[in-house]
């Protein structure tokens, strides 16, 4: 059935978004139900979209104030009470949202009908770039030790991995085969991330297939090849992310851990990261405690913290990272595996990457280790995120959430080492569950793959596509999109050119704090951190006016060749029509105009128009409005006001704060200097004054 043959109801006017702690927050518009989206648009004119698909849960609490109450349960941590004065509507908008938040099947996400609202954005814009080969290729692989194996090709042996995969060189294929056979779902130790500076590595897999005496030539062999591979060190560790209880328990039904009476030369170390369940249930206590609608005592939200156990996890994830990036900064290689591989092994070994390397602290390096640890090597988002409607909700689990909160914590405590911020990251928590790109669509690689026929060669292997051919062709990558938005995503501290090299988190537990800005930015009620935003706002009105005095410079160095010229010409020629010191210095004040004989001459030597000189220097704002003081969007048309945690955009022109939809187009001002100049996001009457402009020039 087609979403718009689900919605009973299109339109419901007077509806009150309702906030049960600070009545002041009210705020009463119409409720709007597309195929893809609800929208709640306020009578001051600001719209709150959210996608269909990143609604958890609808219900219908008792009566407010005589009217209908709807609760609606967010996957990316909204809450939203919304009054309904007629009951048969409220009834509407209720099946209309269970109906459409739950698809049947992958065809019917929104990913395959999304049209961006940019025309700038294509379709191919960053799927190009979703190979995490490229990045073995930067570390130096394959090398004289580590090798590219086809084993996996045609996915003939573990679904979970990619058809190619790094292991020691030399190591013969019925080893591989033999280990692969005796891990967890065929996920056999493969190299993850080399160490360029002494050669030691991590590697990832799935636990064994031990149970209380059973063992493995061949996987043993496989270890021992890896710990051979750095020179350095002949000690090889194992990190179980498991606690070991649980490892212990998994051992009565054939699984479990490695016996180090087996493995020479191997030291075994368990860390306490609970697994999918634990996960789910501390994240949704956690919930009731930020959510909580009625005041709560300081100590009964400090017990519920607590108790939730949520902090305690993520620090969990930042111990075991952190014990992986040291031990291999100090030469000795690690092997990592959970229970199954794809939970909490990428994010122990993400974590540790970042850690260990500047590059995955980047934009570019960041996605690059996403699309490498967590799509290639088979975490299932389709499942943990529930994009398909199962009546099982056994295999839901916040896990990419709970990698993102650790990588925020982080950013908490090293300002500067992150060229993005945590704009960047609710990003992508917002579009993990909207379904509105293709990026995080399916549980493996090979479900993108599924049908092979070749397609284009890389420097290390050949991709084949057929779904993943098809969701390039028919969805959006998350990638594209996001690019677009650097502005906003970027971190104003970054300084690329004094980076570290090693990151060494402080675990205290006081370091470790609670992520308003995810978890509570739907609430009106918490006041706007506009920290990020006016650093932001600083450091490009820095950059345009850096672009403005080297624009102005070479109006001055233009300005003195006229003045040459003249003084050469007033010799020869007996006359005396140079330009005086003063003529120059009104000449370039911004607040005069430009003499007409300075105008003609410089004109004539910069083939530019007067015109075209003073609208240059009135093009770029020299003054800025303040973040905290612009409550609204500066569009008359618009008027909108900010709802918290809303970016607000700066016009580079005039200096106004607009909405995002109001600061959508991009120019580069004549005022700035035209060699480094770079498109720069102008609200539409400015835009529409630089159209002018080029016309009149």
């Known amino acids: 059935m087609k979403s718009a043959d689900m919605i009973k109801i299109h339109k419901v006017e007077n509806v009150v978004w309702y906030d049960q702690c600070v009545a002041e927050n009210n705020r009463t518009g119409t409720l709007y139900l597309t195929n893809t989206h609800l929208i709640f648009a306020s009578k001051d004119g600001k719209e709150l979209w959210i996608a269909y698909c990143q609604i958890a849960n609808v219900q219908l609490p008792p009566c407010v104030n005589g009217s209908c109450c709807i609760l609606i349960i967010g996957k990316t941590f909204f809450c939203l009470t919304l009054l309904v004065q007629d009951q048969s509507d409220c009834a509407n908008v209720c099946d209309t949202l269970l109906a459409l938040s739950r698809p049947s099947s992958i ?15 294509r379709q191919e814009d960053g799927w190009d770039d979703n190979c995490g080969y490229d990045d073995y290729a930067r570390l130096g692989l394959p090398n004289e030790k580590w090798a590219v194996s086809e084993l996996n090709k045609n996915f003939e042996y573990c679904e979970g991995y990619p058809e190619r995969i790094f292991v ?18 065929g996920r056999l130790p493969v190299l993850s991330y080399l160490y360029s500076k002494n050669e030691a590595v991590i590697c990832r897999c799935s636990q064994p297939l031990a149970g209380f005496s059973a063992r493995c030539i061949e996987d043993e062999s496989l270890m021992r090849h890896i710990a051979k591979t750095n020179p350095h060190s002949k000690t090889l560790f194992i990190v179980d992310t498991r606690p070991k209880i649980n490892a212990m328990v998994n051992k009565a039904t054939g699984k479990g851990f490695e016996d180090e009476r087996n493995y020479n030369n191997v030291r075994y170390h368990f860390f306490a990261v609970e697994n999918i369940h634990a996960v789910r249930t501390s994240l949704q206590k956690m919930l009731d405690v930020v959510w909580a609608k009625k005041n709560v005592s300081m100590n009964s939200f400090l017990t519920g913290m607590v108790n939730s156990g949520w902090l305690k996890h ?15 900064s100090s030469g000795t290689s690690v092997v990592v595996h959970c229970s199954d591989g794809w939970d909490r092994t990428p994010q122990t070994v993400s974590l540790a990457c970042i850690l260990l ?3 995955y ?83 493996s690689h090979k479900e993108r ?35 677009r938005r650097k502005e906003e995503l970027r971190n104003p501290l970054f300084n690329s050119n004094n980076v570290s090299q090693l990151l060494k988190p402080d675990l205290r537990p006081q370091q470790i704090t609670l992520w308003r800005s995810m978890y509570n930015r739907y609430d009106i009620s918490c006041r706007e951190d506009l920290l990020l935003n006016t650093v932001i706002a600083f450091k490009q009105q820095i950059e345009s ?60 030597e910069s083939k530019t128009s007067p015109v075209e000189e003073l609208i240059g220097r009135d093009t770029v704002a020299i003054r800025w409005a303040a973040v905290s003081e612009a409550p609204k969007c500066s569009s008359a048309q618009c008027n909108a006001a900010f709802w918290p945690g809303e ?35 102008v609200c539409q009457k400015c835009n529409c004054k630089l159209l002018a402009f080029q016309k009149i020039v």
């Open 449 to 483: 793959l599924e049908t092979k026929s070749p397609c284009k060669e890389h420097r290390l292997l050949v991709v084949y596509t057929n779904c993943y051919c098809r969701l390039c062709e028919k969805t959006y990558s998350l990638w594209g999109y996001m690019a």
């Open 357 to 359: 390397d500047p590059y």
């Open 107 to 121: 065809e019917d996400l929104p990913a395959f009908s999304y049209v961006p609202h940019s025309k700038d954005l």
């Open 647 to 681: 970016y607000k955009h700066h016009c580079w022109c005039c200096g106004l704060v607009f909405c995002s939809n109001c600061a959508s187009w991009k120019a580069i001002l004549p005022g700035h200097d035209c060699t480094l100049a770079r498109p720069v996001p």
């Open 361 to 443: 602290r980047t934009i570019k390096g960041f996605q690059v280790l996403i699309e490498k640890e967590w799509l290639m090597y088979g975490h299932k988002f389709s499942d943990r995120c529930a994009h398909v409607y199962s009546a099982d909700s056994k295999e839901v689990a916040p896990i990419f959430t709970q990698f993102l909160d650790a990588v925020w914590q982080l950013i908490e405590q090293f300002p500067t080492e992150f060229e993005f911020n945590e704009r960047y990251l609710i990003t992508l928590q917002e579009h993990l569950y909207s379904c509105q790109f293709g990026t995080f669509l399916c549980n």
């Open 545 to 604: 006016l850096s672009l403005h005095i080297e624009f102005l410079n070479q109006k001055i160095e233009k300005f003195g060749k006229v003045e040459e010229t003249s003084s050469s010409k007033s010799k020869s020629e007996g006359e005396g029509n140079a330009l005086n010191g003063s003529s120059v210095d009104s000449a370039i004040d911004t607040g005069s105009s430009e003499s007409a004989s300075v105008s003609r001459k410089d004109s004539q």
């Open 168 to 185: 020691p060189r030399h190591v013969p294929a019925p080893v591989l085969i033999g280990s692969l056979k005796f891990r967890s779902r």
């Open 314 to 328: 993520i620090r969990s994830l930042l111990e075991t990272a952190s014990f992986i990036s040291e031990a291999v």
